[in-house]
């Protein structure tokens, strides 16, 4: 299921570039897309994973940039 989510105060680019790579790598993630401009991480991810990926997401986003806030 594709789904777009907000990531607030990123600040960087390049750390959005880090998140989008990170995320991919999460098992059953299908593709990851961060956007820096609008600030919108769109996942394509198995439903029945969605929370867990969500977290390991967040954990990620968190370790390269300890202020950003993924909404959900």
């Not at 600040?11 to 593709?31: D, T």
């Not at 897309?33 to 986003?61: G, P, S, Y």
């Amino acid at each position: 299921m594709k789904k777009r989510y907000t990531i607030e105060d990123l600040c960087c680019a390049n750390c959005a570039a880090k998140m989008e790579e990170g995320i991919r790598k999460i098992e059953g993630v299908h593709s990851a897309h961060v956007n820096f401009l609008t600030q919108k991480l769109t996942l394509d991810a198995e439903d029945d994973r969605l929370d867990a990926i969500l977290d390991e997401a967040e954990r990620i986003i968190k370790k390269i940039e300890p202020d950003c806030v993924l909404q959900r």
